[in-house]
């Protein structure tokens, strides 16, 4: 009989984890002293992280989504699917690409000033919600196939609505080396990757928001990613595209795609597969 995983792996010990949870959550009591949001902190600027990159490309986006993509919310949660890698197949093109991308994690066109101890701060709100507007996640991505871009890594600036290409195209293989699934073929429906167009990752930044929030900062950013994730998916849905949530990843492997691996506030807390 083989071992649980309880037996070989801590991971699997739910009395360490439940210490964790219990040792993280807010408290009534002290909670003043030990867990308050702290003021000596900054707002991210809105700069584009790369001292360097191959090209950039401007995202347009119109008042509202096309007409096309107009579907009543009751029927679109309805149809709503997480699609399996062998069933996907679906084209993209640079202005869908633009539309999922703007609609999805992009400015709203308000901005906000925040709290009295950055009086006169403003703030550019976006179209998901975020702990304390501190918009701690960044969205990078491979691309593959979609029509009007290069293949390769890129990272998607929101407020200046800009895709910046960082790296080339990489061979399958390689890109199959970043899932459990796809390497060790876990699952006969999702072997390949073969019909993604767009790998996206989701990757928590918390050099600002640590220094307001301290280990909550890392639990906002989970939230955070699961709003974009929403609407990504229901963006796409609109579409009739096809998505795939996946928390299955090699953290490792992805941040050596993104080159963050040696960045030590940034950390890859989740994913989509889209084709």
Same mark, same amino acid.
């Given at each position: 009989m083989?071992? =649980?995983? #309880?037996?070989? &792996?801590e991971f699997y010990d739910y009395d360490l984890l439940f210490e964790e949870i219990a040792g993280e959550? @807010? *408290? =009534? /009591?002290?909670?003043?002293?030990?867990? *308050?949001? !702290?003021? #000596? +902190?900054?707002?991210?600027? #809105?700069?584009v992280p790369l001292e360097e990159y191959l090209d950039m490309v401007s995202l347009e986006r119109g008042p509202s989504l096309p007409e096309k993509y107009e579907v009543r919310l009751d029927k679109l949660l309805l149809k709503r699917r997480s699609t399996l890698l062998g069933?996907?197949?679906?084209?993209?093109s640079l202005d869908e690409l633009a539309a999922m991308l703007s609609? =999805?994690?992009?400015? *709203?066109?308000?901005?906000?000033?925040?709290? &009295?101890?950055? %009086?006169?701060?403003?703030? &550019?709100? *976006?179209?998901? @919600? &975020?702990?304390?507007?501190? +918009?701690s996640i960044k969205l990078y991505m491979y691309i593959r196939g979609v029509e009007g871009l290069e293949d390769g890594v890129y990272?998607? %600036? @929101?407020l200046q609505q800009e895709l910046y290409r960082f790296r080339s195209a990489l061979p399958p293989e390689e890109l199959e080396h970043l899932f459990p699934m796809t390497l060790y073929k876990t699952d006969a429906r999702s072997l390949a990757l073969e019909g993604a167009s767009i790998l996206l990752f989701f990757m928590a930044d918390l050099t600002y928001s640590f220094k307001k929030y301290g280990r909550l900062a890392y639990k906002l950013a989970l939230l955070e990613a699961g709003h974009i994730a929403q609407n990504v998916q229901l963006i796409s849905t609109a579409m009739d595209k096809n998505t795939l949530p996946i928390c299955g990843y090699f953290a490792d492997k992805v941040e050596e795609l993104l080159l963050?691996?040696?960045?030590? +506030?940034?950390?890859? /807390? +989740?994913?989509? /597969? !889209?084709?």
């Open positions: 083989l071992p =649980s995983h #309880n037996q070989i &792996s959550e @807010p *408290r =009534s /009591v002290a909670w003043r002293f030990n867990q *308050r949001p !702290l003021d #000596n +902190y900054e707002f991210p600027g #809105n700069e069933q996907m197949g679906a084209s993209w609609w =999805s994690a992009g400015p *709203r066109g308000e901005d906000r000033h925040m709290g &009295s101890h950055h %009086a006169g701060k403003q703030i &550019s709100m *976006r179209t998901y @919600p &975020s702990g304390g507007a501190m +918009y990272y998607y %600036a @929101p963050l691996r040696e960045h030590k +506030y940034q950390h890859c /807390v +989740y994913g989509i /597969v !889209l084709g």
